[in-house]
C-alpha cells in the first residue's frame, strides 16, 4: 500500500472514531494528538467522499431549491461576496458562461 493511501486510511479511521467519541473536533485531536488543521483537511475529504457532488452533463452541480419557483430570478452567491443575479429564462449555456468567467 502507498503511503498516501495508508495515510488516508488511518484518518479516516480517526475521523470515524470521532464521530462515534462525542467529543469535540479540538478536544479529540488534543486527545489522540492530531493537528486540528490536519484532522480538518482530512474530515473534508471524508464527507466529500461520501457526499460527492453530482455533476450534471454541463458542468454544473446539482443543487436543491427551497422554492420550486424562479419567479424572481436566480442569484449565485460567491465567497468572495460577488452577486451574479439572472433572470429566469436566461439560457443556460449563457449561465454556464457568466459562471466560468
Do not use: H
Not at 479511521?13 to 480538518?40: H, I, M, P, T
Not at 457532488?53 to 452541480?61: A, C, H, I, L, T
Not at 429566469?88 to 459562471?99: I, S
Request: charged share 25%; glycine share 8%; with cysteine.
Amino acid at each position: 500500500m502507498r503511503r498516501s493511501e495508508k495515510r488516508k486510511e488511518e484518518m479516516y479511521l480517526a475521523v470515524e472514531l470521532w464521530q462515534e467519541s462525542g467529543l469535540s473536533q479540538r478536544a479529540f485531536c488534543q486527545k489522540e494528538g492530531l493537528n486540528y488543521q490536519v484532522f480538518g483537511y482530512w474530515l473534508k475529504k471524508y464527507r466529500q467522499g461520501k457526499n460527492p457532488p453530482r455533476v450534471k452533463p454541463n458542468g454544473f452541480v446539482g443543487l436543491n431549491v427551497d422554492s420550486p419557483s424562479f419567479s424572481e430570478g436566480i442569484s449565485i452567491r460567491y465567497p468572495n461576496g460577488v452577486v451574479l443575479t439572472c433572470s429566469e429564462d436566461l439560457d443556460p449555456l449563457k449561465l454556464q458562461a457568466l459562471v466560468n468567467l
